[in-house]
């Protein structure tokens, strides 16, 4: 598997703002696959964020996140972002990003075939 590259992790007030990237951690490309970004907090299972297709004119986002986080992605710079407003604390967690396989649903982790290692987010109150 090929690895990603997360960065724009920080720690943060509740109400801040923070973007996100991915990138390839190699020479390859991903700006012909879908990608999406999954969060994990401590002792919880690792969740859906956010998605977006291979040309960035579909996207998906979970409840928790609508209206105040968006997704796009710069092929030309072959980077997708994770653009996060409003902050809560329960946004806390690591964010990962991965590489969709062709096929399968957007929001469960295993339909993706290629992660990073993860960066993180820390809201606080």
């Known amino acids: 598997q090929v690895p990603l590259v997360e960065s724009g992790g920080g720690s943060v007030q509740a109400g801040d703002s923070l973007r996100l990237a991915c990138a390839p951690a190699t020479q390859s490309t991903f700006s012909n696959d879908a990608v999406g970004w999954f969060r994990q907090a401590p002792g919880k299972e690792r969740d859906f964020v956010a998605a977006?297709?291979?040309?960035?004119?579909?996207?998906y986002y979970a409840d928790s996140v609508k209206g105040r986080f968006l997704i796009s992605r710069d092929n030309g710079k072959n980077l997708v972002y994770l653009q996060m407003n409003s902050l809560k604390p329960e946004d806390t967690a690591v964010y990962y990003c991965a590489v969709k396989a062709e096929g399968g649903n957007y929001i469960y982790p295993g339909t993706y075939v290629y992660w990073g290692q993860g960066t993180q987010v820390i809201v606080s109150s």
């Open positions: 977006i297709d291979w040309s960035g004119s579909v996207t």
